[in-house]
């Protein structure tokens, strides 16, 4: 499922229009974004959550030279599935 496919789902299942479907979907990645840009948490009871992992510089190889190379330290976002979308997938 795309964007476009989400904005149709979201539309038909709570009766509004495309038009609004797509702003709540743009609001919620905006405020997502926001939240976890300054280092907070977003949870959706049943759902999931969505949190900032710090990843440690590390040494890689370039595949292609095989020379190794230091890989710079950075933030990561992860998300962990909550108990009622795990159950729901089985």
């Keep these: ?3 476009a496919d989400l904005i149709n789902a979201i539309a038909d299942g709570a009766g509004i229009t495309k038009v609004a479907a797509k702003k709540a979907i743009d609001a919620f990645v905006d405020s ?3 939240s976890l840009k300054d280092g907070g948490r977003v949870s959706l009871i049943g759902f ?6 710090k990843r440690a510089a590390r040494t890689g190889r370039n ?3 095989q020379k190794t190379m230091q890989i710079a330290a ?12 795990t159950d729901l997938v089985k």
């Design 74 to 85: 950075k933030n990561v976002v992860k998300f962990k599935p909550g108990s009622g979308l």
């Design 32 to 34: 997502t974004s926001k």
């Design 48 to 53: 999931g959550s969505f949190s900032i992992s």
């Design 1 to 3: 499922m795309n964007k």
């Design 63 to 65: 595949p292609k030279t």
